[in-house]
């Protein structure tokens, strides 16, 4: 049987667009190189500090965020920069000072590795973060400090665990 031309052109009408649709894996691949790159960009801006899992970190209701910086670490036994041991706790609290000679070394070896270029020549623009257990004898930590001065580091900064309004909510009313 004979078929009309608007039948043919009908059929080869279904038979073009009875095809299922087809994926474009370019314009997947696109927005996903773009998500890559932008996860890569923002992920920067955060800083961690190392992670001691010895240590417990006091706690305070400070909003400030961490900058960059130098990181001192205060063990059970050991006096860390940059994660490098440099003294024993135990020889600090013998010594009779509060200049402790191989931190001090070690922070001003830091000077130029770690600071920002804004920093180098700027004492007061020099920060070094103090990470220590919140049992830390008061003395170890002023000795500490102390060295840091001495090392030309004008901010000096503790580590701490932010506590949540929640819990200073509590606080509060309790008063």
Do not use: W
């Amino acid at each position: 049987m004979m078929k009309s031309g608007r039948a043919r052109r009908m059929e080869k009408h279904h038979a073009r667009n009875g095809r299922g649709g087809a994926l474009n894996l370019v314009s997947l691949m696109d927005i996903f190189t773009i998500l890559v790159f932008f996860l890569l960009v923002n992920s920067s801006d955060v800083e961690t500090l190392p992670n001691a899992k010895d240590l417990q970190l006091p706690e305070s209701i400070a909003e400030r965020k961490p900058e960059e910086s130098v990181v001192i670490l205060i063990g059970e036994e050991d006096i860390l920069v940059q994660g490098a041991p440099v003294a024993k706790v135990a020889d600090v609290l013998a010594s009779k000072g509060n200049d402790i000679a191989p931190l001090r070394e070690a922070l001003k070896s830091q000077n130029d590795r770690v600071l920002r270029r804004a920093a180098r020549n700027d004492i007061a623009g020099r920060e070094v973060t103090i990470m220590g257990d919140k049992e830390i004898p008061y003395r170890v930590l002023k000795k500490v400090m102390a060295t840091c001065t001495a090392a030309d580091y004008g901010q000096i900064s503790l580590a701490v665990l932010q506590k949540s309004s929640d819990k200073l909510d509590s606080i509060q009313a309790a008063r």
